[in-house]
Structures are given as C-alpha cells and as structure tokens.
C-alpha cells in the first residue's frame, strides 16, 4: 500500500519541483504537479500490461489501480483548508479595498475644496499652459 501511494505522490512532488525550478508560476506549478502524478499512474497500469501475460496480469495492475485510487485523498483532505484560506483572504482584499477607496475618496474630497478656494490650479490649465510653452520654443 506504501508503493501504491509513493507513486503518485511521488510524481506530484517531481512535478511540482521540476515546475517551480522552470520558474512557472502558481497555477501551472500546480497543473503540472497533478497532470505528472496522475500521468505516473497510468504509465504504471500500462508497463504492467504490456511485461505482464493473462495470468499475472491481475495481479501486476493491483498496486497501480490502489494508487489511482488513493491518489486523490490528499485532495479531498486539503480542499477545507484551502477553501477557508481563500475565504480569509477575499474579505482581507475587501477591506484593504475599502480602505483604498476611502483614502482616494478623502484626497479627491479635499483637492476640490482647494479648487473651489482658488488655493490651487486645476489640472488642465496647467497642462494647457505647458502646451502653450513647447509652442513658444
């Protein structure tokens, strides 16, 4: 049961390090890591068909078989815990968020006081007053 495990696992973990050492990023370490290790087992199912004949053959696809079942555990057992991460982490976004849009809102609020005073010049006419210099020269 041990081999069964190790093989896919194994091939998640080659994957996954073979990805990552290419520099790819998150997601397709991750695509990669699950396409070897599920790759790995049918590439055991196959080799153990074609040395095998009829009789070992049932015993020879055993261990492949228990593997490709087995390969999806840690899956099912990490989806919670990924599923609450993400979860942290979209409420943590919307408030920086919030707090984004309520500074911006606070800097725009307190420029268009200065306007409305005459403390400052608004945007265009300055740009219009660099473009009236670059003709000059």
Known sequence: MLAACLLPYGGYLLG????????????LIKTISIETGLQNTSVSILVAMSMSGQPDLDLAIILPIAST?????PFYISLPFYMLYNKHMNKKKAKQLEDVEGSTMAVVDAKHALE??????????????????????
């Open 16 to 27: 996954g390090l073979a990805a990552w050492i290419c520099r790819f990023n998150w997601s």
């Open 116 to 137: 409305a005073e005459g403390k400052i010049n608004t945007a265009c006419e300055e740009s219009n007053d660099d473009l009236a210099l670059e003709n000059k020269l």
């Open 69 to 73: 079942m087995v390969s999806a555990w």
